[in-house]
């Protein structure tokens, strides 16, 4: 079972509106990150971390932001919300190398109407 | 270009068969393959992970295959049950260092009818 936890689960906000999606994770995983997925569709990545002060863009062009100012921590804050970010966003954790397990939270609905 | 391609893109199988799904990648150079099951309006949740010198992993019911001279993989699915029915998505990294990043595919769809 993963211990990394996204609120809210689902959120129908207005435009223009700002929005903070939390994600945090008691694994004491470094490396953490953002995805997008629209139903039926692949996951892209918009933002990572690998560690505490290191936040980085991903490949989907994104006007949200995101902060690292605590290891189990990483949430993203979208400040003008439209309804082109109606979205599934899912948070995701994983500890040192490449080939460990990657962890993804239940994922956070978000609708702009 | 770096992709992954998933067949079929959706399925529908009785409670108790197998079934097998197909994943094709172009990811060079490739570090390791990913499964991933992920129910309606969950997060995907890990089944295998191979690197380049694994050419099969098993979790319970579900077995994937590697070749990597093809760049294919395979899950399959042994005697399936209902709560089987979800998107099986194709993860590969192409990480050889902390700078690397992955590819997903766009999932396919298993439906388990009883």
């Known amino acids: 079972e993963a211990d990394i936890y996204q609120t809210p689960r689902y959120l129908v906000i207005g435009t223009g509106k700002k929005i903070t999606l939390e994600c945090s994770q008691t694994?004491?995983?470094?490396?953490m990150y953002w995805y997008q997925q629209d139903p039926g569709m692949e996951l892209h990545l918009i933002h990572y971390?690998?560690?505490?002060?290191?936040?980085e863009k991903g490949d989907l062009s994104s006007e949200s932001t995101v902060s690292r100012i605590r290891t189990e921590h990483f949430p993203l804050t979208l400040e003008s919300a439209r309804p082109s970010h109606t979205s599934q966003y899912l948070c995701?954790?994983?500890?040192?190398?490449?080939?460990?397990?990657?962890?993804f939270g239940e994922g956070s609905w978000l609708t702009v109407v | 270009k770096n992709q992954v391609e998933q067949s079929p893109q959706s399925l529908i199988i009785l409670e108790g068969k197998n079934c097998t799904l197909q994943?094709?990648?172009?990811?060079?150079?490739?570090?390791?393959l990913r499964w991933y099951k992920q129910d309606t309006g969950r997060g995907p949740v890990s089944l295998t992970i191979?690197?380049?010198?694994?050419n099969t992993k098993s979790n319970g019911r579900y077995t994937a295959t590697l070749d990597a001279d093809t760049k294919q993989s395979s899950l399959h699915i042994t005697a399936s049950q209902l709560s089987d029915s979800a998107s099986y998505i194709c993860?590969?990294?192409?990480?050889?260092?902390?700078?690397?990043?992955?590819?997903f595919g766009r999932g396919t769809q298993l439906t388990v009818w009883p």
């Open positions: 995701a954790s994983e500890q040192g190398m490449d080939g460990n397990t990657i962890y």
């Open positions: 694994m004491g995983h470094d490396k």
């Open positions: 971390s690998y560690g505490v002060n290191s936040t």
């Open positions: 994943c094709n990648y172009t990811v060079s150079p490739f570090s390791n």
């Open positions: 191979m690197t380049f010198s694994e």
């Open positions: 993860v590969v990294s192409d990480r050889g260092s902390t700078l690397g990043r992955l590819y």
